[in-house]
């Protein structure tokens, strides 16, 4: 394995001395020792929670080997001199690594080396050496993907704390699990938006589940994490499944026009608002509690060390007001009204008739936004508002513009897995008033109007980008974003897919505002629970230098950008900028199936392929989804059997690369291409051609239900990519779409004339790709995606001009 | 959906009214009201556990529906009078169904009556009607697949319970959650077994790990759950997967004998056994505690109910003495010597060193075992010593031969996704010691001594049934078994297949206990969290029967024999039994390509197949075995492309059943088979052909994390196998193997000479399968099974003499 911790801060020895004194591992009895392994007993001693009894404590002691052939017991017991490669013998046991698997017992501190595990480099002979050895112990990584202190937090070291504490304990930077998670306190409250979205005269009210330690009863004031999570109130299944939109009809020409950006841009047109609720009084507690809240598991880990968690789910869902309208600047609203309120900005009711305000009096005022996809979305959505007390927002896999999710160069292109989705299906989806029939019963006939504007205005006939679109572009309004930015997304995430991540990145790369990145190799996923990635340990540094205002250089330690490679497991590597303006090009021109380099003269004219299919294999394949990916880029000559694609794309690939490359953002291409109606689409795959044993798609979990991160606590997975047990002969690394009627841009339609050439630009999807040596890179072009576009399955015949066609990628 | 509820115990009015007084829905506020609205109105103000105020119980109230039109909050106040109408809407809404997704608002009770739940049929008119209703209510299943009851206890209805609970409360039959689980009392232990495997001249100590309510301090005596798991201290994954052995070796013919069982019979040989240690003192309080054991859910939630639960991973795991030889009859005595001492028959010691006894004095003496796979195989193991304290073993995918587990009809054959695994591979795997290498180092050279006497006894050369062979077969000493013993299978499961359980189930059929027997539709999985079926409850209502000895008519209540069926997801049979000896039989002749009624005469003389293929193809299958299997079974007309097996195996089908049909237990083969050298095999499976949508091979979670059974506690996925979005053209329904030199038995060697034809007998694995009218049953003949035995690539060609073959079908 290898390790990859970046959230580990350097101090100076005062400091360790005085962090190891608050955490109790210096106190009047290793004050009294001088001799170093006697300190190390002692710290031992502490340390091996389970044993109640000094029979015991030996017993322990004596499962871990000081030397090859002697147990650390009797060494502590035989007067021999520590040595640092005794001490990290020991170290490697107690941080769980295997005998011959990890380590030879020989040479354990090579093995730390070779695993990225730090070490200190000065002979530990002193106590006080020994005391910094046992501090960065204490911040390093286990073999089970946490921190040594960590596991003892699992063990119970802090139990002993819980009665004292008052405030949060840190310990290198990061804040520790001293607070009793059985005692939470746990509040709903209904906040007032400046909304009326179901229009019935009154202010939209939000209901607000809180979890917060027991001690913010009395003087402690908490910084907060926030999740928006429209779904956590509970998703309609049936009625979205039922709502999903058939795409199995046909590509249709489009009127030209003439429109510009200033045509399609939205600008907020302001609506007259109910006046507040009048206040008739204040309360302290409650009215209302709950028992199952949906949680992010990294909430949970901050849960145990003095944050408060909040979940709102927002407009237009359980036990909340109003209408959802997905993406709209009302839901922005919706999700910052909470922030206010935890800011001391806005109102909120103990309930939603008697008009008694409660005040998050327990708040510091400090927020940070946490979630993956449509909760990270709103996240982003909230940051672009500038709204006080959003002091960071860490999103993870977040939509940055509707129309990205949805939508690609003017056609309708459905997020991975969810063809047919659209903005009506998933505003149904998260409806969840619909579960409470007493409440729906006032609202449904509002909201099935509002669902026919939504349908209406999404306007799936021309997939344009319009007003409706241009409202929901957070990167439009980034100018206004005060809080610090982590973005973490997975270059394969083909539902909320990378330029999401690649607009906003982008958009955000001179704001003056403290911005990380982290791109992983996962699809659609969250990312803590890691083995190789210190990402909890990160999000700790970073919340509590944000949230807690703690000196601990968090915005030097975590790497501007984190990019984790593709072909080797467990690979991280930092980086200055992710698709930076200043990379290198690397062009190609077609060839008939070659891409050559672009110093190569072209003796192909032309090429062309059909987007008709045989309607039983056209059946076969809208069902077989991973059989058509497999068949479209499979080339010819590699399948055994009947490949049914064969003339239904074009497959470009290089020579073999001599060495390895680095893509580093949007592929761009240039093609010249016809088509026999008056309408067209093209899509685009650009793949790594080689076998290779690569990374799984979905992480392994390595240790079910092993982390906890605090005593008697929830327990997450412990996952990692490793690599798939065979080979695979190709590897997607990235895609695009276009409608041929919007070569400009996606509001702008453009004539098309039936078998006329057209020069187009497409930009694929966003991608940071280690290219092997020894493979090529090849580039399928195709029209209907099964998986993504519309399938009219019509009487299609493309032309490309291959003498007008390249591609160009940025190198790093 | 369909709900299948068997706990449910029908009690008489009077026991309600006790109950409903002891779980405090009925008390002196119920007491003071006679209006059934009143109380209506009270029992739901105490089950809104979330509301704190007037208010807001009021604002949830509204969320229901009394009427079409009319919230319930409003018909409390509107002095109309209940009807069973209203009584059933409310409560269908209470148990989370979704109006017009599960139920019409027009019509509840008619939509209770399809989904299977129970309700009154008695008009609900006076306070004694209600509270008769709302017994039944708590006792009902949610949408979410829990009772009511414990959907109020996760919202924290008996938390107010915790501070003053001295025993077990039992509603309807069942224990309930008033044992708070974060004060639970954490102990470890060591037994000394009556076992010295290591050799090192001293009894093996054994590391037991248990949890028990705080009440156990005091006067209460628990009963307890305790799961053998030789996982539950670590799994040497990378040691276990180095000792994986070679499948791609030749069948080898086999030297004849006339061995008879009696020579094969294992009969134990006392061996001399060190003292027990001389006992130097008590303690009542544990010297060694722990935080994170490896939970099995089922047990977490009798944990909340005042069951105690005990892990101990036996013989040579992390911090017990010894070696484990796997499936021996000391793993045996290992596993009961935890009982002994929990019923107060075995010593055990504070620690490892001082001889300080423990007593299980809080323990109330009466033990169910409980876990799946390995676990549930110890389990069962300890029912056949007959051990004293053992009342009840669920033991779920249990081995109860391990020849069953790694062979088949003198063959090696692997369990499913487990090629290579033997006994030894699983003993390395388990050693858990080797995880501590100041103790590893103790041991290693005699476990490595150990594992070569395994791989030598364990004979991978014969793959013969033999004395070693005959100690690991726990169906030799069924006679034994005293404790009831509930059953649960996976029809599908062919990791441990089938015959285990079916073995088992057959030997115990007139042994005087209590025997039940679930067989599911799943793989190799546990069956709790699954929403159509009561499971969790059953268990319930049977521990409380066992294990407090509470006369709930549990033995009555839950079936003999309970069956899912395999073509609608939901739904959940009782029969009287499985396999009957009086089962009918309907018997089909071999004919070229199909089987044909008994009645036909056969045309066709011989057909023959090749168990060789191109080298290629055969790597290729190696590498893909759903290919395989996938091309095994595709009926050579039915393929498009090449079917690499067209030649390699033979496929008889009947003609389309006209009627439903129900296989019930073992198919039954006649072959007479020659083939061209001295040795050779032969495999069957039997196969479903027909287009339907079949049910999902793994569960589908319906929601995640979301059964706990008790307030913020461990929680579980609520899963359902449910139908697979597309129809599959088959379904394989049950296999089997054989030797051709084992035609008699698996011990005795038969001649075999190359070209002469023989007869053989193959029984096939017992299944129980509803076979639709319009599909048609198939048989596929063939030899290697690239998931299951050897893979030689040998040029094999096999010869059936078709005229002489049948099948017979045991039809319930």
Avoid at 733 to 745: A, E, M, S
Wanted: proline fraction near 4%.
């Amino acid at each position: 394995m290898k390790n990859n911790q970046f959230a580990i801060e350097p101090v100076d020895r005062t400091t360790e001395l005085k962090e190891l004194r608050a955490t109790h591992f210096i106190d009047d009895s290793i004050d009294q020792l001088d001799d170093p392994i006697a300190v190390w007993q002692e710290l031992l001693h502490k340390t091996v929670l389970e044993a109640k009894s000094q029979t015991v404590f030996k017993q322990k002691l004596n499962n871990y080997l000081a030397t090859p052939e002697m147990t650390l017991g009797d060494f502590l017991d035989s007067q021999q001199a520590l040595t640092n490669d005794i001490f990290y013998r020991v170290a490697m046991q107690l941080l769980e690594f295997d005998v011959d698997i990890d380590f030879k017992l020989d040479n354990p501190i090579e093995a730390m080396k070779q695993i990225k595990l730090p070490i200190v480099g000065e002979p530990i002979k002193t106590k006080s050496d020994l005391l910094h050895a046992w501090y960065l112990l204490l911040c390093t990584h286990t073999k089970k993907g946490q921190t040594y202190l960590d596991k003892l937090a699992q063990a119970g070291y802090f139990v002993s704390f819980y009665a004292t504490t008052t405030k949060p304990l840190f310990f290198n930077g990061k804040a520790q699990a001293v607070f009793d998670p059985h005692q939470l306190i746990r509040d709903v409250v209904y906040v007032e938006a400046p909304l009326d979205t179901d229009e019935d005269g009154k202010r939209d009210l939000l209901k607000v589940e809180i979890l917060r330690a027991k001690q913010t009863a009395d003087d402690y004031r908490a910084p907060v994490l926030y999740t928006a999570s429209p779904y956590n109130q509970g998703i309609n299944d049936e009625a979205g499944s039922a709502a999903m939109h058939n795409v199995d009809v046909p590509l249709e020409p489009k009127e030209p026009n003439q429109l510009t950006y200033a045509d399609v841009h939205y600008q907020e047109t302001p609506k007259k608002l109910p006046a507040k609720r009048k206040i008739a009084g204040e309360q302290q507690e409650a009215d209302e509690t709950f028992a199952m809240e949906s949680p992010y598991t990294l909430n949970d880990y901050f849960l145990t060390r003095g944050f408060a968690v909040v979940y709102a789910a927002g407009i237009g869902t359980k036990d909340s007001d109003g209408i959802r309208d997905t993406g709209a600047v009302s839901e922005t609203v919706s999700t910052i009204a909470v922030i206010e309120w935890l800011a001391g900005n806005r109102t909120a009711f103990t309930n939603k008739t008697d008009n008694i305000e409660i005040k998050a009096s327990w708040s510091n005022g400090k927020i940070a936004m946490t979630g993956r996809s449509y909760l990270g979305t709103l996240a982003v959505a909230a940051a672009t508002t500038g709204v006080d007390g959003l002091k960071t927002v860490v999103s993870e896999a977040a939509i940055s513009s509707w129309y990205d999710y949805y939508r690609d160069g003017g056609l309708v292109a459905a997020p991975d897995t969810f063809q047919g989705e659209d903005m009506d299906v998933l505003a149904t989806e998260v409806f969840s008033r619909m579960q409470k029939p007493g409440d729906y019963l006032k609202i449904k006939d509002f909201f099935d109007q509002v669902l026919q504007t939504m349908t209406k205005d999404q306007d799936r006939q021309t997939g344009n980008y319009s007003h409706y679109w241009d409202e929901r572009n957070y990167v439009n309004n980034v100018k206004n974003i005060k809080a610090d930015m982590i973005m973490v997304h997975g270059l394969n995430d083909w539902n909320v897919k990378p330029r999401n991540v690649g607009n906003l990145w982008n958009a955000l790369r001179d704001a003056p505002i403290t911005k990380k990145l982290i791109l992983h190799q996962g699809q659609h996923i969250y990312v803590n629970g890691f083995r190789s990635l210190d990402f909890t340990d990160m999000m700790n540094l970073w919340f509590s230098h944000e949230l807690f205002g703690l000196d601990n250089h968090a915005e030097d330690l975590l790497p501007d950008v984190l990019i984790q490679g593709n072909v080797q497991p467990e690979t991280w590597t930092s980086y200055e900028d992710w698709q930076a303006p200043t990379d290198q090009k690397q062009v190609f021109n077609f060839e008939a199936k070659e891409l050559v380099p672009e110093t190569v003269p072209v003796r192909t004219a032309a090429a062309s392929f059909s987007d008709h299919l045989d309607p039983e294999v056209f059946d076969f394949y809208k069902k077989h989804l991973n059989v058509w990916e497999r068949d479209l880029l499979t080339t010819n000559h590699d399948t055994k059997g009947e490949n049914q694609l064969r003339d239904n794309r074009l497959i470009f690939k290089t020579s073999r690369y001599d060495h390895d490359t680095y893509i580093d953002g949007c592929a761009q291409l240039k093609i010249r291409v016809a088509v026999n109606e008056p309408f067209g689409m093209l899509s685009f795959q650009l793949v790594d051609y080689g076998d290779a044993k690569r990374l799984t798609v979905s992480p392994t979990i390595l240790a079910g239900k092993s982390l906890s991160g605090a005593y008697d606590w929830r327990r997450d997975n412990l996952r990692e990519f490793t690599l798939q047990k065979e080979a695979t002969p190709w590897k997607m690394i990235t895609k695009g779409h276009i409608n041929l009627q919007n070569r400009h841009n996606a509001y702008q339609v453009d004539e098309l004339k039936a078998n006329d050439f057209y020069d187009l630009t497409v930009d694929l999807q966003p991608t940071f790709y280690h290219l092997l040596a020894g493979h090529q890179l090849g580039l399928v072009v195709y029209a209907t995606d099964f998986a993504t576009t519309v399938r009219g399955n019509q009487e299609l015949q493309y032309s490309l001009q291959i003498n007008q066609c390249k591609i160009t990628l940025p190198i790093k």
